[in-house]
């Protein structure tokens, strides 16, 4: 069974940078879109950054020009460079792998990012 595990989250000043990594563990066999999500306290979990299988990305309006997203297929490892941080980026931030072939999904466990001085 494939896991996914986050790593990179922590404590920024405002303008500061993060990178963020989610590994699989296990041995993919399918068309993958990775993609990252984040839920603020009493919001609803949104879309960060995608990146599709043939490597096309979409980002939400909010981080475009301030966070890129990239992947290493041969780890099964998708990234997220944070850069010129805000207070309201702070949330927990969620890896996704949407499996194409089967049209299911897998989320990691989260990991929290807050933007504070």
């Known amino acids: 069974q494939v896991q996914l595990v986050e790593s990179g989250g922590g404590l920024v000043q405002p303008g500061g940078s993060l990178r963020l990594s989610c590994a699989a563990s296990?041995?993919?066999?399918?068309?993958?879109?990775k993609g990252w999500y984040r839920q603020a306290p009493g919001k609803q979990r949104e879309l960060v950054a995608a990146?599709?299988?043939?490597?096309?990305?979409n980002y939400g309006d909010s981080v475009k020009g301030r966070f890129t997203i990239s992947r290493d297929n041969a780890k099964n490892t998708v990234y997220l460079q944070m850069n010129s941080l805000k207070p309201e980026d702070t949330a927990v931030y969620y890896c996704?792998?949407?499996?194409?072939?089967?049209?299911?999904?897998?989320w990691g466990q989260g990991t929290q990012v807050t933007v504070s001085s």
């Open positions: 990146i599709s299988s043939d490597g096309s990305t």
């Open positions: 296990g041995s993919i066999f399918s068309i993958v879109t």
């Open positions: 996704n792998f949407f499996f194409e072939t089967i049209a299911s999904d897998i």
